[in-house]
C-alpha cells in the first residue's frame, strides 16, 4: 500500500535558521504530495502542493521540490520564525478513487528566540 | 463562508456511550472525509463520501458509522464508545472530480472515552 514516512520531532531551531524536514514515499504510480501545516489548537490547512515529477510547490517563504528518482518531498524553509512553529505533515493522494490522502506522523517545529 | 464546521468541539463520553459528530461544509464539495488523529500519528481514514447518498470505509471504520443525505452534512457516529476511540476528529472537505483539490479541514472535536 501507499505510505508517507517523515522525520521524527520534535525539531527545535532558533528563529533566522534554516529548515528541513524529510519526506518520502513508497507509492505505486505517480501522487499528488501535499505539505500540511497544524497550528496549536487548530485544524490542518494545506501549505504548499506538487502534482507531478519535479515540481515545485511554495507558499509563506517554504519551498519542496517533487524528486521521483529519490520518491521525496522534503519542506525547506531559508529563515523560520517564531510563528512558524507548529506540526507539519506530509501526505500523497492519487486522483481519483476519492482523491484520498495518506498522510505521515508529522514533525513538531519549535522556534525560538 | 465558515467553510468546513465542526460540533462539538469537545466531549467526554463514558464506555458504552453513543454520540454523533456533526460537520457541515458551505463549499459545495462533492467529496467528505472523517480521520482521527491519534497522539504522536498522523492522520487515520475513518470513512468518506464521494456525494450525496455514497459513502466508503477508510482504513479504521471499525466502531464507526456514517451518513451523506446531504451535500453539507457529514455525520459520524459512534456507537458504544471504547477508550480506544479517544481521539481528535477532523472532518475536511474536497470539490472532488479529476483533478487532486486541496481538502479544507475542520477545527476538530476532542473526544475523551472514560
Known amino acids: 500500500g501507499n505510505s508517507v514516512t517523515q522525520m521524527e520531532g520534535p525539531v527545535t531551531l532558533s528563529e533566522e535558521a534554516f529548515l528541513t524536514i524529510n519526506c518520502t514515499y513508497t507509492a505505486t504510480g505517480y501522487p499528488s504530495l501535499f505539505w500540511y501545516v497544524q497550528y496549536p489548537g487548530e485544524g490542518l490547512q494545506l501549505l504548499l502542493k506538487a502534482t507531478k515529477a519535479d515540481d515545485k510547490g511554495s507558499n509563506k517563504g517554504f519551498e519542496a521540490t517533487y524528486r521521483k528518482e529519490t520518491t521525496s518531498f522534503h519542506l525547506e524553509k531559508g529563515s523560520v520564525q517564531v510563528s512558524d512553529s507548529a506540526v507539519y505533515f506530509c501526505a500523497l493522494s492519487f486522483t481519483g478513487g476519492g482523491n484520498k490522502l495518506t498522510f505521515g506522523t508529522g514533525t513538531q517545529l519549535k522556534v525560538e528566540l | 463562508n465558515a467553510g468546513v464546521t465542526q460540533t462539538p468541539k469537545f466531549r467526554i463520553l463514558k464506555i458504552g456511550q453513543s454520540m454523533t459528530l456533526q460537520c457541515t461544509q458551505d463549499?459545495?464539495?462533492?467529496?467528505m472525509y472523517w480521520y482521527r488523529q491519534d497522539p504522536g500519528m498522523g492522520l487515520k481514514l475513518i470513512y468518506y463520501s464521494v456525494g450525496a447518498g455514497i459513502t466508503d470505509k477508510g482504513e479504521v471504520p471499525n466502531g464507526y458509522n456514517v451518513s451523506r443525505s446531504t451535500t453539507e452534512d457529514f455525520p459520524l457516529r459512534l456507537e458504544l464508545a471504547a477508550p480506544s476511540q479517544t481521539s481528535v476528529y477532523f472532518c475536511a472537505s474536497n470539490l472532488g472530480g479529476e483533478v487532486s483539490e486541496t481538502q479544507y479541514f475542520g477545527p476538530g472535536t476532542r473526544l475523551l472515552v472514560l
Open positions: 463549499m459545495n464539495h462533492n467529496y
